[in-house]
């Protein structure tokens, strides 16, 4: 079975451009979650989805950060613009939600972000 | 709101000796404990998981956790540890809907030759 995917691995922009990431979850995983870590820390929680529909987004800065599911699969996290602040890790998980074992989240490897 | 405190920053082992790797957990109801390992430039991968029943859980890697409620505690054991242990390791708790999930801020571990 095939784990959750990130792409890209990594991205280097400069200040005040846009960025993307996208995800796609372990499949059949109705829940859909993005983490920022920053270096040296735990991952914080941006935003959780139950299907295409954002549950919990109120750690997501509004005025630069989105994110969509649109048909409840895979996902994209966009910034506009990045600042230099925003470097760190951007993390996605997964989890099979209501329909199971909604507890226990699996991650996929991360894209590495570098804003300078 | 609960939180995760994971108390030693950074650990150093030889490789044989064991390990306990410590973690304190606030958390108005029964919590989902959980441990995760981050190696470098890797996501996070689960080492084990506790819901209820038995406090003494085993996961992979050889690794083990308590549960102790008295102590709000859920620390983290191997009785001999690999070169290959050496990584980031996070205590997370959460709810039974997968929600107000937090993590703790990580302990380091080296292990020396």
């Known amino acids: 079975e095939a784990g959750v995917v990130q792409s890209p691995r990594y991205k280097i922009i400069e200040k005040k451009q846009p960025v993307a990431f996208w995800c796609n979850p372990i499949?059949?995983?109705?829940?859909l979650y993005w983490y920022l870590q920053n270096l040296g820390q735990g991952p914080e929680l941006l935003i959780r989805?139950?299907?295409?529909?954002?549950?919990?987004d109120s750690q997501l800065p509004k005025d630069r950060f989105s994110a969509e599911r649109l048909k409840g699969v895979d996902s994209t996290l966009k910034i506009q613009p990045a600042e230099l602040g925003d470097s760190a890790v951007y993390l996605c998980?997964?989890?099979?939600?209501?329909?199971?074992?909604?507890?226990?989240?699996?991650f996929g490897p991360g894209t590495r972000l570098l804003v300078l | 709101a609960q939180s995760v405190t994971q108390p030693d920053i950074h650990i150093t082992v030889s490789e044989g000796a064991s390990l306990e790797l410590r973690c304190n957990y606030s958390?108005?109801?029964?919590?989902?404990l959980f441990w995760y390992v981050q190696s470098p430039g890797q996501g996070l991968q689960l080492l084990l998981k506790?819901?209820?029943?038995?406090?003494l859980v085993q996961g992979i890697k050889g690794f083990e956790a308590e549960f102790k409620r008295s102590q709000s505690s859920f620390n983290l054991r191997k009785p001999s540890v690999h070169w290959s242990d050496a990584a980031e390791y996070f205590c997370?708790?959460?709810?039974?809907?997968?929600?107000?999930?937090?993590f703790g801020p990580g302990t380091r571990l080296s292990v020396l030759p």
């Open positions: 998980a997964s989890s099979l939600g209501r329909a199971g074992d909604q507890e226990t989240q699996y």
């Open positions: 506790y819901f209820s029943g038995d406090t």
């Open positions: 958390y108005g109801a029964t919590p989902y």
């Open positions: 997370a708790v959460g709810d039974d809907y997968g929600q107000n999930f937090v």
């Open positions: 989805y139950e299907n295409e529909e954002a549950v919990d």
């Open positions: 499949s059949g995983h109705n829940t």
